[in-house]
């Protein structure tokens, strides 16, 4: 389970952090079988309450997400988006099918390794743009949060992975393990300073005071002076201000100083796991000796001065004009929402500038105002769940730093939209859920019947996952053709897309477009109504309606769209 972990968590942060449908759907192919395969062949234990009540609440979040769709204000939206929350429960389901057997550590190790990579090429493009021939001729905040896509999501997941290699350095039983786990820290500490992420330096501050807070003192003494080190890395890599925002047409151009901290990193590294090498036999042995408790309290003040830094980074930032319209959202439907994914309609509507965003930039009030209170108290039982579970796990060797972890996702979901990027939450879900799996006794095993309805609704899923990949690659094909300017072939994958999708507005305007490019304006009139049948708020495709229309129909559309974005422009 735990290399099920690290290639889960690889995967989909390399693709995009699994911002797009065919990664999610793609990583839920791949938990539906595994699953499926270890019900059938080995049979599941029974999940205790924490397990239980945390597959309960990702459920009815699927099943509620999908219902969205009968009152949605874009009903395409709703059944795309409960795709994704499958994936959250299926994740879930996988590690308790794994149960107890599975310890702790060998996830949060996957997890940790898995986030490893995509740190390590940030790096590298990042410090050696010049070394790497991937260098972007644009410096904005996709290209330099590569292979990710987005710095905030980029920055949460090293922030996982800092606080889960802190607690293995300084607990895992293999020396060569903690002696890794301390080494990575200061690589990933300079990885979270390059992001420049006010949010995700609040979530790390926040996870190390729980850590310290639940931990033994002589343990959360140790971790603070581990990071004391990694520490000294951010701060002078965020100083490094050629690097850290380089030139907007030539990230090259600051390509030396990126060599100089990579040689300045390498050093620091060693310093470092020659520290780890002499401190925790020496905690180990002595408790928590002098010097160490004075770097931990220099680790502290660094830290809070960070936290207190931190929000003031924040001041300016759109969120609050996006939460403003998620929360007239919810007035106008306090009850059950507007539907999942519904957000990006509103926020045309309603903003008061030309700013484009396709979410609230927050896991809470998005879900408030597009599933209502119901969708709301299951996100809350889905996280709160694994922190209760983990913290009756602080006794343990790693229960800290799962709790640390988990406490840092869930204040950063609070200011962003991790939940759209599968990358990044998947990560959490399966902290999460291992922590769930042991906080209760083992409950036996699974009888027959039970068994059986459990590999059948498993053999549904993948079943379910299969056609959702089948429908998402096809869709993804013909939009990468119609870009390409093969617009037969894009009209071909579309038309297949639809088999598998029949409710995919988007499949629609590809063929649209595809046929208006071609000069069948009549063949494109169609397709486009189709789309708008399908999504009546869809903006763009009542704009191109108007594009492919004459007369009054051409007035009409033109209005409809200024009507669902008066300022125009991009969502």
Do not use: C, K
């Amino acid at each position: 389970m735990g290399t099920a972990a690290f290639a889960l968590t690889a995967g989909t942060a390399w693709d995009e952090g699994g911002f797009h449908a065919v990664a999610w759907d793609r990583a839920l192919v791949g938990l539906a079988v595994l699953a499926f395969a270890a019900v059938v062949l080995d049979g599941a234990p029974r999940p205790g309450r924490h397990a239980t009540a945390m597959l309960a609440a990702l459920a009815f979040l699927t099943a509620w997400t999908a219902a969205s769709w009968l009152w949605s204000d874009s009903p395409p939206a709703a059944l795309d988006e409960a795709q994704r929350v499958a994936v959250y429960l299926a994740a879930a389901v996988a590690v308790a099918i794994a149960g107890r057997r599975v310890p702790p550590v060998w996830l949060a190790g996957g997890v940790a390794a898995g986030i490893v990579p995509a740190a390590a090429w940030n790096l590298a493009v990042r410090l050696a743009p010049d070394w790497t021939g991937r260098a972007p001729q644009r410096a904005d905040i996709g290209s330099l949060a590569t292979p990710v896509g987005y710095a905030n999501g980029l920055a949460l997941l090293v922030v996982l992975a800092l606080l889960l290699a802190l607690g293995l350095a300084a607990t895992a039983p293999a020396a060569p393990v903690r002696a890794a786990a301390a080494l990575l820290l200061v690589p990933f500490a300079a990885d979270l300073a390059l992001q420049q992420s006010a949010g995700a330096e609040v979530a790390l501050a926040a996870g190390l005071v729980a850590l310290v807070l639940v931990a033994p003192r002589d343990r959360a003494a140790l971790s603070l002076a581990l990071l004391v080190l990694p520490l000294g890395t951010a701060l002078a890599v965020g100083r490094e201000g050629s690097v850290v925002s380089p030139p907007a047409q030539d990230l090259t151009a600051a390509a030396g100083a990126g060599h100089r901290l990579l040689l300045g990193l390498a050093l620091l590294a060693a310093a470092q796991l020659a520290a780890a090498v002499f401190l925790v036999p020496r905690f180990a042995r002595d408790g928590a000796p002098l010097a160490a408790r004075a770097a931990a309290v220099t680790a502290a003040l660094l830290l809070a001065a960070g936290l207190v830094a931190a929000p003031f980074a924040l001041r300016g930032h759109e969120r609050g004009s996006y939460w403003g319209v998620a929360l007239r959202e919810f007035r106008a439907d306090p009850v059950v929402g507007s539907g999942a994914g519904t957000f990006v309609d509103w926020w045309l509507r309603a903003r008061t500038t030309a700013h484009s965003t396709q979410e609230a930039h927050s896991l809470y009030v998005e879900t408030l105002a597009e599933l209502g209170p119901a969708g709301l108290l299951a996100v809350l039982v889905a996280l709160g769940v694994p922190l209760t579970a983990s913290l009756r796990l602080r006794g343990t060797a790693l229960g800290p730093a799962l709790l640390a972890a988990l406490v840092a996702y869930d204040v950063h979901a609070a200011v962003d939209f991790d939940w759209e990027l599968a990358g990044v939450t998947l990560p959490a879900v399966l902290l999460g859920a291992a922590a769930a799996v042991h906080a209760d006794p083992s409950g036996g095993r699974l009888q027959a019947r039970p068994r059986r309805a459990a590999a059948a609704a498993l053999a549904g899923l993948t079943a379910a996952a299969l056609l959702a990949l089948a429908g998402s690659s096809r869709l993804a094909a013909a939009s990468a053709a119609e870009a390409a300017g093969r617009f037969d072939a894009a009209v071909a994958e579309a038309r297949g897309a639809l088999r598998y999708a029949p409710w995919s507005a988007d499949a629609w305007r590809v063929i649209g477009e595809s046929r208006l490019a071609q000069g069948d304006r009549a063949g494109a009139r169609d397709a486009f109504q189709s789309a708008v049948r399908l999504d009546p708020n869809g903006w763009q495709a009542w704009a191109e309606l108007a594009e492919a229309s004459t007369g009054e129909p051409r007035r009409a559309a033109e209005a409809e769209a200024a009507r669902l974005n008066p300022l125009g422009g991009g969502g």
